[in-house]
Nanobody, 127 residues
Framework: QVQLVESGGGLVQAGDSLRLSCAAS????????MGWFRQAPGKEREFVVA????????RYADSVKGRFSISRDNAKNTVYLQMNSLKPEDTAVYYC????????????????????WGQGTQVTVSS
């Protein structure tokens, strides 16, 4: 069982930066693929980025490539999402997700691939 708690969301202006954190419980955090998804009002939850257990492999949605960066610290059971050059279209609730069975080679971009989810943190980018 893994519990995930996101933090770091807020209201910023276009062009600003934010860093989201996702703290995980459980001794097996290092074996989990971690993902970030987001959901805007009236839209489906969409994939943002995923990272493998070691942090050596990452996958990004095209919409955030070059602006967002994911990293993880397995000693702290925490994954981070650094978001730069934020745009109004980045406004959404951001969710952290984890699963030990998902692969960063396939299935990583589908919400159904992840068994564990955080409660979400709101990111609002004003123009």
């Amino acid at each position: 069982q893994v519990q995930l708690v996101e933090s770091g969301g807020g209201l910023v202006q276009a062009g600003d930066s934010l860093r989201l954190s996702c703290a995980a419980s459980g001794r097996t955090f290092g074996s989990y693929v971690m993902g970030w998804f987001r959901q805007a009002p009236g839209k489906e939850r969409e994939f943002v980025v995923a990272i493998n257990w070691s942090g050596g492999t990452t996958r990004y949605a095209d919409s955030v490539k070059g602006r967002f960066s994911i990293s993880r610290d397995n000693a702290k059971n925490t994954v981070y999402l650094q978001m730069n050059s934020l745009k109004p279209e980045d406004t959404a609730v951001y969710y952290c997700a984890a699963d030990s069975r998902v692969s960063v080679n396939y299935g990583f971009n589908f919400p159904a691939s992840y068994a564990y989810w955080g409660q979400g943190t709101q990111v609002t980018v004003s123009s």
